[in-house]
């Protein structure tokens, strides 16, 4: 077990977002989170990161909990967020933010040169502001960022946001890989179908609480749908 998720609940001021939520993701696996608009995602991201704090429940880690812990701390022990909309720094190159990357992290084998060969189309853009980039390289400027900390578990949110289907296909084909080596994925994402194809697990989530949990080989498209509206 990679992570452990107990009665995790999450408040923004009185807005319960995460509702005692009970999961957890094994070493190498690709869960993917569905859900409406509001449902509890980037929430339950931004706190697994350490970006928001839990206010009830644990968080463990490789036997560790890591509730209390700040975010740097947590990306010292292999958590990485690229969070929803990117939130790169624009006037710094793709070569300093990924820098930035590898200083908030652990050693290991993550270097700008394998950035570079899952997302070949960084290689010419190194020197550029990131700023002036376009959506796709971007993203992947982002995932690469959070690639050079060394993670163990990756938390992607919502990589598609704002790309064309095009790019949306290239990152995901570029992550494809990293599915396969072992990293472990926890993403957001707000295509169903997408979702399903690249995940092993899916968790549907309503309200803040995971409303329906199935290998993606077991469910059908339908069942998602239900839980996704609340019909299921
Ligand atoms: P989306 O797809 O829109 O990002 P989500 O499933 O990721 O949705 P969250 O963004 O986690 O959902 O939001 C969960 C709930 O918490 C929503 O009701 C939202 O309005 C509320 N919320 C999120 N961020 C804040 C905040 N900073 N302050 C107050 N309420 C918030």
Same mark, same amino acid.
């Given at each position: 077990?990679?992570? %452990?998720?107990?009665?995790?609940?999450?408040?923004?001021? =009185?807005?319960?977002? &995460?509702?005692? =939520?009970?999961?957890?993701?094994?070493?190498?696996? @690709?869960?993917?989170?569905?859900? %409406?608009?509001?449902?509890?995602?980037?929430?339950?991201?931004?706190?697994?990161?350490?970006?928001?704090?839990?206010?009830?429940?644990?968080?463990?880690?490789?036997?560790?909990? &890591?509730?209390?812990?700040?975010?740097?701390?947590?990306?010292?022990?292999?958590?990485?967020?690229?969070?929803?909309?990117?939130?790169m720094f624009a006037s710094m190159t793709v070569a300093e933010n990924l820098k930035l990357?590898?200083?908030?992290?652990?050693?290991?084998?993550?270097?700008i040169?394998?950035? &570079?060969?899952?997302?070949?189309?960084l290689?010419?853009r190194l020197d550029h502001k990131t700023g002036h980039l376009?959506?796709?390289?971007?993203?992947?400027t982002?995932?690469?960022r959070?690639?050079?900390?060394?993670?163990?578990?990756?938390?992607?949110?919502?990589?598609?946001?704002? =790309?064309?289907?095009?790019?949306?296909?290239?990152?995901?084909?570029?992550?494809?890989?990293?599915?396969?080596?072992?990293? @472990?994925?926890?993403?957001?994402?707000?295509?169903? %179908?997408?979702?399903?194809?690249?995940?092993?697990?899916?968790?549907?989530?309503?309200?803040?609480?995971? &409303?329906?949990?199935?290998?993606?080989?077991? =469910?059908?498209?339908?069942?998602?749908?239900?839980?996704?509206?609340?019909?299921?």
């Amino acid at each position: 077990m990679t992570m %452990a998720i107990e009665k995790l609940t999450v408040r923004h001021g =009185l807005l319960e977002a &995460v509702r005692g =939520l009970t999961l957890s993701v094994a070493k190498g696996e @690709t869960l993917a989170l569905v859900g %409406a608009n509001g449902a509890g995602k980037t929430t339950l991201l931004r706190t697994l990161a350490g970006a928001h704090p839990a206010h009830g429940g644990s968080i463990v880690i490789n036997g560790e909990d &890591v509730t209390r812990l700040p975010a740097h701390q947590r990306v010292r022990r292999g958590i990485a967020l690229v969070p929803e909309g990117r939130k790169m720094f624009a006037s710094m190159t793709v070569a300093e933010n990924l820098k930035l990357g590898a200083m908030a992290g652990r050693k290991g084998e993550w270097s700008i040169d394998r950035v &570079v060969d899952i997302f070949p189309n960084l290689r010419k853009r190194l020197d550029h502001k990131t700023g002036h980039l376009s959506g796709g390289e971007q993203q992947a400027t982002a995932i690469g960022r959070a690639l050079m900390s060394n993670p163990e578990i990756l938390l992607l949110d919502e990589v598609s946001l704002g =790309l064309s289907p095009l790019i949306v296909d290239r990152v995901y084909a570029s992550l494809d890989g990293l599915m396969k080596s072992g990293t @472990t994925i926890i993403l957001v994402e707000q295509d169903l %179908a997408r979702a399903m194809g690249v995940a092993d697990r899916v968790i549907c989530m309503l309200e803040g609480r995971a &409303v329906l949990e199935g290998y993606a080989k077991d =469910l059908t498209r339908d069942q998602v749908t239900e839980a996704y509206f609340g019909l299921h």
